[in-house]
């Protein structure tokens, strides 16, 4: 894969440089709650714009239609840009049309552009591989070069991400660099012991990562709403907590494969429940107690790892070698169920081992738990992304930089 040094080395100044990066970040309203993915491109932007390059970033950001919608919009990310960069960016309201072609003509050199949301065309995520090539063909008018290095997106085969890089000559960024080179680190050349910590709501979105983990981690600790799935399948009540029925017989083979493999899968032994999910926007306290993951009362759901679980899941942390975690061990937006997915970081941070914490919701997790972030070997910004590269998977964002 070529890399942006390469493309810095032969000169990249005068040259209108596309950059597809990863913009998606959080909203609350246009107030942007964590702005981690802005800082990611940072290094990639930087060093195009001291080369001289008219830098023109590209990102999706959440699911509109298709066509424009005021609260999709990447205002807010192309200002938070501008002042991170310490600069202004221009910013085009469109994605192909007048308003970015104007603004990508009136770059100088050293300057960043950022136009508008990439799904607010349909042609970004069509299914259609005409459709798509034809988006992608309007995206190549704005640029001489392409960057790709927006890895939160390389699991999708849109036409930035996909279509696009086969049209212009292109490299991989400082982010996607890193991110690959990381994730090497847990795939090819892991030191062991190598723990996977694994939460989130969904134990169906984990199914093909734990799959493949069987046959490479030393240990997975399950947490979340997913872990419930698991307490069912051994035949524990789980009350009204999230629960998966339909995943249990995929769960049990996997227990049993664990087993044979020697791979220790380890679950809660304790848990706090409430008869109420807790209320996220005033954050009232919640009314909860502890219980064992075995005995958990009918009418209640659980919504963080315990006490018990906590200790148990930071000892078998201890000693590691590498540590991959990916989702958050409990409802961490909430105060009174953020302890759990609290200790899953402070134990990160307490072990020597290569620390890897895959994206999303846990990258969030950490940063609004106040966590230093830096104190981790790499956080990555794609969270399906990098589980996707651990199951193995062709990233088609990938691949197209390969060739
Ligand atoms: P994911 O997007 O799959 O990584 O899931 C992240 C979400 O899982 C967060 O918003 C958490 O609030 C939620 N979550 C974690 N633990 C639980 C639980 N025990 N019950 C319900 N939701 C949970």
Redesign the pocket.
């Known amino acids: 894969m070529k890399t942006i040094d390469e493309l810095l080395a032969e000169g990249v100044a005068g040259k209108r440089v596309f950059v597809r990066a990863d913009l998606n970040v959080p909203l609350d309203g246009t107030t942007i709650t964590d702005d981690g993915r802005i800082r990611a491109v940072l290094p990639t932007v930087k060093a195009l714009a001291v080369a001289g390059a008219r830098v023109v970033v590209a990102s999706h950001l959440g699911r509109p239609d298709g066509a424009p919608d005021a609260k999709y919009s990447l205002a807010p990310a192309a200002a938070r840009l501008g002042e991170l960069l310490g600069t202004d960016v221009a910013f085009a309201t469109d994605t192909v049309g007048e308003s970015a072609r104007t603004t990508v003509a009136g770059l100088v050199d050293g300057q960043v552009a950022v136009i508008e949301n990439l799904r607010f065309n349909a042609g970004e995520t069509s299914k259609d591989d005409a459709e798509r090539k034809a988006f992608a063909e309007q995206l190549a008018q704005l640029a001489d070069l392409y960057i790709g290095d927006g890895f939160g997106a390389v699991h999708r085969k849109h036409a930035s991400v996909f279509d696009l890089p086969a049209l212009l000559p292109h490299a991989a960024g400082h982010l996607i660099a890193t991110e690959v080179r990381v994730l090497k680190k847990l795939t090819d050349e892991v030191k062991r012991p190598y723990v996977v910590v694994l ?4 134990v169906s ?1 984990k199914l093909a990562v734990i799959d493949k983990l069987l046959g490479k981690a030393d240990r997975i600790l399950i947490g ?2 997913m872990a419930y799935t698991f307490l069912k399948a051994q035949g524990h009540e789980v009350g009204i ?2 629960l998966q029925e339909d995943q249990i017989p995929a769960v049990t083979e996997y227990m049993e494969r664990a087993e044979k493999n020697g791979v220790e899968l380890v679950l809660p032994v304790d848990v706090l429940v409430s008869s109420d999910f807790p209320d996220l926007k005033t954050k009232a306290p919640a009314d909860f107690e502890t219980v064992d993951a075995d005995k958990i009362p009918s009418d209640k759901e ?3 790892i315990g006490p018990k679980t906590r200790e148990l899941y930071a000892t078998k942390i201890t000693d590691a070698e590498t540590v991959f975690w990916n ?7 909430h105060p009174d169920y953020a302890g759990g997915t609290t200790a899953i970081a402070q134990a990160l941070l307490d072990s020597s081992a290569f620390t890897v914490v895959g994206g ?2 846990s990258a969030a997790a950490v940063r609004t738990l106040g966590f230093d972030e830096n104190a981790f070997g790499h956080i990555s910004t794609g ?1 399906g992304a990098s589980l996707e590269y651990l199951e193995g998977k062709t990233l088609p964002g990938l691949a197209a930089l390969e060739d």
């Open positions: 939460g989130g709501a969904k979105d979340g709403g907590s999230l659980g919504l963080d989702g958050p061990v409990g409802v961490f937006e999303g919701d969270g």
